[in-house]
């Protein structure tokens, strides 16, 4: 979900309905993203993302790599790997 000023941009990280416009309603907020601070910054809440993925949540593409960052993509996917 996009917010922030024009040409200023700051992201949320939500869990929302894949039907829902991108800055829609949404269920959840996981975290957020400010792309234009050096270096970037990310915050996820790393339970509730692990929560997500667990009930079958699919991420974009710039969202996975966001929760690489954050580590939860790697902890889901171990995880993922032990059941």
Do not use: H
Request: no cysteine.
């Amino acid at each position: 979900m996009r917010m922030g000023k024009k040409k200023q941009p700051t992201y949320r990280i939500v869990a929302a309905d894949s039907r829902s416009p991108r800055d829609g309603r949404y269920i959840e907020i996981v975290g957020t993203y400010d792309p234009r601070r050096e270096p970037s910054v990310v915050t996820i809440d790393n339970e509730k993302a692990l929560a997500w993925l667990g009930q079958g949540a699919l991420p974009t593409e710039r969202v996975q790599k966001l929760l690489q960052i954050s580590g939860a993509w790697d902890e889901f996917q171990s995880s993922k790997g032990k059941k």
